[in-house]
């Protein structure tokens, strides 16, 4: 991609930033904290946040479960959706990015409504259904891609007819195309793919999306 276009789609996200999503020092505080911590810049756009938000909140979603939460960010704008009643349980391999996130819910005074579980997520989803878990709502998976088939699959005995499962990270530079990609993560999102195309319980669609994370998108799913 000419790297001239990049840049434009990067001013037009910062353009409807600047527009509709207004000061937010809280959210600007998480990724201050997150990169002085180290953690990769692999968050959510405010756009999209913005979106998982609305998605969230005209779905009237009150049970959210998220796995891969690296330092929280995209958790606050689901914790936010929820409000006080609700309940995000979000799962993270990794203790320091863990950690990061416990802190960064506090500061954003919406850790009374999030349950940060360290694990491996393919163990904590099949802990949660072996508890009996109530179904959820919406479900977003932005882990690590190798493990997407996986992750679908755990998802749904989580889910409920209804449920909106939302998957990051489907397009990644249009390399999802490439079928003799040895890349784990083409070849796991490939596989999620194939695996929620030949199920008839999910009715699917991508939304492709460019601006500040670049080119990449969404896949969208609901449950039958
Ligand atoms: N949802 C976040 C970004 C998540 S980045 C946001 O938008 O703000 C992906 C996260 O998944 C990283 O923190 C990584 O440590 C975590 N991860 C990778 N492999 C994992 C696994 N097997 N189980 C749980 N989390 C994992
Ligand atoms: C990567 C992972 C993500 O979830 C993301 O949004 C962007 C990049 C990555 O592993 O490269
Ligand atoms: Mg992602």
């Given at each position: 991609?000419?790297?001239?276009?990049?840049?434009r789609w990067?001013?037009?996200?910062?353009y409807?930033?600047?527009?509709?999503?207004?000061?937010?020092?809280?959210?600007?505080?998480?990724?201050?904290?997150?990169?002085?911590?180290?953690?990769?810049?692999?968050?959510?756009?405010?756009?999209q946040?913005?979106?998982?938000?609305?998605l969230a909140?005209?779905?009237?979603?009150?049970?959210?479960?998220?796995i891969?939460?690296?330092?929280?960010?995209?958790?606050?704008?689901?914790?936010?959706?929820?409000?006080?009643?609700?309940k995000?349980?979000t799962?993270?391999?990794?203790?320091h990015h863990?950690?990061?996130?416990?802190?960064?819910l506090q500061?954003a005074g919406?850790?009374d409504?999030v349950?940060?579980?360290?694990?491996?997520?393919?163990?904590?989803?099949?802990?949660?259904?072996?508890?009996?878990?109530?179904a959820?709502?919406?479900?977003?998976?932005?882990?690590?891609?190798?493990n997407?088939?996986?992750?679908l699959?755990?998802?749904?005995?989580l889910?409920?007819?209804?449920?909106?499962?939302?998957?990051?990270?489907?397009?990644?530079?249009?390399?999802v195309i490439e079928?003799?990609?040895?890349?784990p993560?083409?070849?796991?999102?490939r596989?999620?793919?194939?695996?929620?195309?030949?199920?008839?319980?999910?009715?699917?669609?991508?939304?492709?999306?460019?601006?500040?994370?670049?080119?990449?998108g969404?896949?969208m799913?609901?449950?039958?």
């Amino acid at each position: 991609m000419p790297p001239e276009d990049d840049s434009r789609w990067r001013l037009t996200d910062e353009y409807f930033e600047r527009h509709l999503c207004g000061e937010d020092p809280a959210l600007r505080d998480v990724l201050a904290r997150n990169a002085a911590a180290g953690l990769p810049n692999h968050d959510v756009s405010t756009l999209q946040g913005s979106f998982l938000n609305l998605l969230a909140r005209a779905t009237g979603a009150q049970r959210i479960l998220e796995i891969g939460t690296l330092g929280g960010y995209s958790t606050i704008w689901f914790a936010r959706a929820v409000g006080a009643t609700g309940k995000v349980i979000t799962l993270e391999a990794n203790a320091h990015h863990a950690e990061t996130a416990r802190h960064n819910l506090q500061a954003a005074g919406v850790a009374d409504r999030v349950e940060v579980v360290h694990g491996p997520a393919l163990e904590s989803l099949s802990q949660l259904a072996l508890a009996n878990a109530p179904a959820f709502d919406l479900i977003f998976i932005d882990a690590d891609k190798p493990n997407n088939p996986g992750y679908l699959e755990r998802s749904l005995e989580l889910a409920r007819k209804g449920t909106l499962i939302i998957a990051d990270n489907v397009v990644r530079d249009g390399q999802v195309i490439e079928d003799g990609s040895t890349d784990p993560r083409v070849v796991g999102v490939r596989r999620f793919i194939d695996a929620v195309g030949q199920n008839p319980r999910l009715g699917a669609t991508v939304l492709q999306t460019v601006g500040a994370k670049g080119w990449d998108g969404f896949a969208m799913l609901l449950v039958d």
